[in-house]
């Protein structure tokens, strides 16, 4: 099976299709495109969870008249075509991005620099493009580097949103409603495209926050990452092979709670780790400092500190619920 499959009405066909390349098509909604649409064509790499919950948000809110999808494995393209996430889903990347108004990596942080060197020769001048990382110094010192190179526009984005179930198919349209979405403009932004990546995340359901780069990587190291990295250790200790064998079955829900986020990707907290490693370990250092705290107050059976303790984290998490915690599951 090569080059790729047209469905009249569908996409335009581009000189950019490789015969190697697989692609599946879905016709575009009847319904007339008004004042919602915001770009002709979005492109989106790497259609998983999130990936693949813009794709059905957009096509949602018709933001767009074509949104494609570029995927790496032939399987995949079943999978984009059952959950319905993408107009269309190919495997050749240049045909996904040729022609493409707004793309959006959601790959791994460490595949972005080297993906957008690849897609270069595609990417359409004035064309913006974004990211749905968790680090942002690095992806946009990188990766605008590169952009710029075509004469586009490169603006990190971070939607505060996710879940431990990978792949398209646990894409939902409503993932990132009420979520918050982080833009990270760099140090020479373009205004206009600034302000029309906020709308498109708003149009999802997002409330966007603008931040320096490197200010948003050491509040996520404690806000996102260590809550991942006190969660793995958490399973690894107490599901260790080495732990009684009634162990497991004293795991109830508050563990289940506390842990689920453990079931995210490797490979992506691999990267997320390594490419924040600096913030991650200070928060770390500050994480075990407040667990022995806790650990000298129980070795001198100190019990009115023990209950600030907990008094103090009931209280404070309380107070954030009551302001209008994040609706994120990430």
Known sequence: MGGCVLIQGACQATPLWSEAAFSIFHPPSSIRYLLAVQFQKITILGVGLLGGSIGLAARRHKLAREVAGFVRREASLRDCEKAGAVDYATTDLLAAVSQADLVILCTPLAQMRALAQQFLPALKRGALVTDVGSVKAGVVREVAAVVQQAGAHFVGSHPMAGGEKMGVLAARADLYAGSVC?????????????????????????????????????????????????????????????????????????????????????????????????????????????????????????????????????????????????????
Request: aromatic share 6%; net charge positive; with cysteine.
């Open 182 to 330: 982080v833009l990270t403009p760099g140090k020479t932004p373009n205004a206009a495209a600034v302000r029309k990546l906020e709308k498109f995340w708003q149009s999802l359901g997002a409330r966007t926050l603008r931040l320096d780069a490197a200010q948003h990587d050491l509040l996520v190291s404690r806000s996102s990452h260590l809550p991942h990295v006190a969660a793995a250790a958490l399973v690894n200790l107490v599901l260790n092979s080495a732990s009684p064998q009634d162990q497991a079955g004293l795991c109830a829900t508050g563990f289940r709670d506390t842990t689920r986020i453990a079931s995210g990707s490797p490979e992506m907290w691999r990267d997320i780790a390594v490419a924040n490693r600096k913030n991650v370990v200070r928060s770390l250092d500050d994480f075990v400092a407040e667990l022995k705290k806790f650990q000298a107050a129980l070795k001198q059976n100190d019990a009115p500190a023990i209950e600030t303790f907990f008094a103090t984290a009931k209280q404070r998490r309380d107070h954030w619920c009551a302001c209008g915690a994040s609706a994120s599951t990430k």
